[in-house]
């Protein structure tokens, strides 16, 4: 749970909980339940929710299910992401089906019970089962989420139920020292509830003296030995390797009486040492109409970190904005220096005809590029108009009525989960073809991708595509579907239907990304002896 405010980083202290007690050899499981009332985020804005994260089963969830699967590297499901809206959905279906016998339906025990059912589906078959409650103390519509923590609490026994407060401590400059009321406060609000924290993480910007830690303990009601200072960190992924250094997984293991066992870190460790020893710097632009809510490409964004820690390359993002078409003297300004170029996935058209000149900068260019769904999208229009000579192509999300329609949506129910708007949600099979660029990334012939999106690269249109050097690397099994289309000609120019970057992992970077990432160093190599 979070107090005081939002953003503290309350998916990256569940997922860092996770990666220990996996690493001790606990079979854990991971869930978020969010206080909003949406049903999930696929309807959000990016600019207000960020990223909406894809499972396998094609559940569209918050962005913290990806920290949770990129530091515990599992694969999580449907049963792990909760909203209000779900819970009252569910209870107002029941009551609308008799399933109350008459009952006035009411928060507590309807709602509650629900969110406890919820709560403990998978306990029988994990050892620890990790959930996040959204929102802040004190917001009203995380009340029935919390009465449901409290109500567990006592039916479970505090020997087998533990609660985490995420708390800050600001350090105002002016007075020279960090303040704990805030961290008091939300602790109070929390025991009114009828919740006492067994743990404090009190995130902070300067390192605790041994007085903050009596002080915080003294007021809060929680043992000294159980109040943590979840300090700043350079990069996330150290998080871990504080908690741990700091005792952290011992006082949870002490709680539950589960044997203590040194977490095996050593993956972990060499993955920051390659991010911390990477000296070289390549940059990166990602291009998109949400940048300006970075948090809208957080999947991309890590992902890219792992790659580039792979390769022994720091890398430095610029995010630009698609938002409005750029002349080629702009394009020349805004990517003087990039390395390579990514086009993400998006909805709507307000950015399309900026992606398309982008791609085609890119592709003219022989900037190594990597076009994410909406960006092979564009990559596919630009080449159909540009090279093929279909000068009115497009896709007929933004125009219904294209002569050259060389992206359309599917007629056939097969291929789509009737959910979030008839897309094609969650993850596919596809298969690679020996001798492309997206083979020797994969290594593999047979695939599983996440996919999230509704138009698809018309069939009709490949010959022509094909016969001016744009090749399909990839479909689905059955040939019907198109995955990978990518250019041979240039160093590294690829687009594809799904979102590679979901199933990313730091000691175990994509191989897309991978191979986006050393084509890059290798474009950056040439272009310098040419030079």
Same mark, same amino acid.
């Given at each position: 749970?979070?107090?005081?405010?939002?953003? =503290?980083?309350?998916?990256?202290?569940?997922?860092?909980?996770?990666? =220990?007690?996996?690493?001790?050899?606990?079979?854990?499981? =991971?869930?978020?339940?969010?206080?909003?009332?949406?049903?999930?985020?696929?309807?959000?804005?990016?600019?207000?929710?960020?990223? /909406?994260?894809?499972?396998?089963?094609?559940?569209?969830?918050?962005?913290?299910?990806?920290?949770?699967?990129?530091?515990?590297?599992?694969?999580?499901?449907?049963?792990?992401?909760?909203?209000?809206?779900?819970?009252?959905?569910?209870?107002?279906?029941?009551?609308?089906?008799?399933?109350?016998?008459?009952?006035?339906?009411?928060?507590?025990?309807?709602?509650?019970?629900?969110?406890?059912?919820?709560?403990?589906?998978?306990?029988?078959?994990?050892?620890?089962?990790?959930?996040?409650?959204?929102?802040?103390?004190?917001?009203?519509?995380?009340?029935?989420? *919390?009465?449901?923590?409290?109500?567990?609490?006592?039916?479970?026994?505090?020997?087998?139920?533990?609660?985490?407060? =995420?708390?800050?401590?600001?350090?105002?400059?002016?007075?020279?020292?960090?303040?704990?009321?805030?961290?008091?406060?939300?602790?109070?609000? *929390?025991?009114?509830?009828? $919740?006492?924290?067994?743990?404090?993480?009190?995130?902070?910007?300067?390192?605790?003296?041994?007085?903050?830690?009596?002080?915080?303990?003294?007021?809060?009601?929680?043992?000294?030995?159980?109040?943590?200072?979840?300090?700043?960190?350079?990069?996330?992924?150290?998080?871990?390797?504080?908690?741990?250094?700091?005792?952290?997984?011992?006082?949870?293991?002490?709680?539950?009486?589960?044997?203590?066992?040194?977490?095996?870190?050593?993956?972990?460790?060499?993955?920051?040492?390659?991010?911390?020893?990477?000296?070289?710097? $390549?940059?990166?632009?990602?291009?998109?109409?949400?940048?300006?809510?970075?948090?809208?490409?957080?999947?991309?964004?890590?992902?890219?970190?792992?790659?580039?820690?792979?390769?022994?390359?720091?890398?430095?993002?610029?995010?630009?904005?698609?938002?409005?078409?750029?002349?080629?003297?702009?394009?020349?300004?805004?990517?003087?220096?990039?390395?390579? $170029?990514?086009?993400?996935?998006?909805?709507?058209?307000?950015?399309?005809?900026?992606?398309?000149?982008?791609?085609?900068?890119?592709?003219?260019?022989?900037?190594?590029?990597?076009?994410?769904?909406?960006?092979?999208?564009?990559?596919?229009?630009?080449?159909?108009?540009?090279?093929?000579?279909?000068?009115?192509?497009?896709?007929?999300?933004?125009?219904?009525?294209?002569?050259?329609?060389?992206?359309?949506?599917?007629?056939?129910?097969?291929?789509?989960?009737?959910?979030?708007?008839?897309?094609?949600?969650?993850?596919?099979?596809?298969?690679?073809?020996?001798?492309?660029?997206?083979?020797?990334?994969?290594?593999?012939?047979?695939?599983?991708?996440?996919?999230?999106?509704?138009?698809?690269?018309?069939?009709?249109?490949?010959?022509?595509?094909?016969?001016?050097?744009?090749? /399909?690397?990839?479909?689905?099994?059955?040939?019907? *579907?198109?995955? $990978?289309?990518? *250019?041979?000609?240039?160093?590294?120019?690829?687009?594809?239907?799904?979102?590679?970057?979901?199933?990313?992992?730091?000691?175990?970077?994509?191989?897309?990304?991978?191979?986006?990432?050393?084509?890059?160093?290798?474009?950056?190599?040439?272009?310098?002896?040419?030079?």
């Amino acid at each position: 749970m979070g107090g005081v405010l939002s953003s =503290l980083g309350k998916g990256i202290a569940t997922a860092t909980i996770g990666l =220990l007690l996996k690493e001790m050899g606990y079979k854990v499981s =991971l869930q978020k339940y969010d206080p909003y009332l949406n049903v999930d985020p696929s309807m959000m804005s990016p600019f207000q929710h960020g990223e /909406v994260f894809v499972t396998d089963d094609g559940a569209e969830t918050d962005l913290d299910l990806g920290h949770y699967e990129r530091f515990v590297d599992v694969v999580l499901t449907r049963d792990s992401s909760c909203s209000a809206g779900q819970i009252y959905e569910t209870v107002l279906d029941n009551e609308r089906r008799g399933m109350y016998s008459g009952m006035t339906v009411q928060v507590i025990p309807h709602v509650t019970d629900e969110i406890k059912k919820r709560i403990k589906k998978l306990d029988r078959h994990f050892d620890v089962i990790i959930t996040e409650i959204g929102g802040t103390v004190g917001d009203i519509e995380s009340l029935p989420f *919390l009465e449901a923590v409290r109500q567990l609490r006592l039916e479970l026994g505090t020997k087998n139920c533990l609660c985490v407060l =995420l708390t800050y401590v600001p350090y105002i400059k002016t007075a020279g020292e960090l303040k704990t009321k805030p961290s008091q406060h939300s602790t109070y609000k *929390l025991r009114e509830i009828g $919740i006492q924290p067994d743990i404090l993480l009190c995130r902070s910007e300067m390192p605790f003296e041994e007085e903050i830690y009596s002080k915080i303990a003294l007021f809060t009601n929680v043992p000294t030995k159980n109040v943590f200072n979840a300090i700043d960190v350079d990069c996330v992924y150290e998080v871990p390797l504080v908690y741990q250094q700091a005792g952290f997984s011992k006082v949870i293991c002490d709680h539950f009486d589960l044997e203590y066992r040194e977490p095996e870190l050593k993956l972990w460790h060499q993955f920051l040492k390659s991010v911390h020893r990477a000296e070289e710097e $390549i940059n990166i632009a990602i291009c998109g109409q949400y940048v300006r809510h970075q948090d809208s490409y957080k999947s991309v964004r890590e992902a890219l970190l792992h790659a580039a820690a792979a390769n022994q390359r720091k890398v430095n993002i610029r995010w630009i904005e698609t938002e409005h078409s750029l002349s080629d003297e702009e394009l020349k300004q805004e990517l003087a220096d990039i390395d390579g $170029i990514i086009l993400p996935g998006g909805f709507g058209m307000s950015d399309i005809e900026g992606k398309i000149i982008i791609a085609g900068y890119a592709r003219e260019h022989n900037i190594p590029f990597f076009g994410i769904c909406l960006g092979l999208h564009a990559m596919v229009i630009e080449y159909a108009r540009n090279v093929c000579g279909l000068t009115d192509a497009h896709s007929t999300e933004f125009a219904p009525h294209s002569p050259h329609p060389v992206l359309h949506q599917i007629d056939t129910a097969k291929y789509k989960r009737m959910v979030g708007g008839n897309m094609r949600l969650g993850a596919y099979p596809c298969s690679v073809q020996k001798g492309s660029l997206a083979y020797e990334a994969y290594q593999m012939e047979q695939i599983s991708e996440r996919h999230r999106h509704r138009y698809e690269i018309n069939n009709t249109y490949n010959p022509q595509l094909n016969s001016r050097g744009m090749m /399909v690397s990839d479909t689905s099994p059955d040939g019907m *579907l198109i995955e $990978i289309m990518e *250019l041979k000609t240039n160093d590294f120019y690829i687009g594809v239907q799904f979102h590679p970057e979901f199933k990313s992992r730091p000691q175990r970077p994509h191989p897309l990304f991978n191979a986006f990432i050393a084509a890059v160093i290798r474009h950056g190599t040439r272009h310098q002896k040419s030079h």
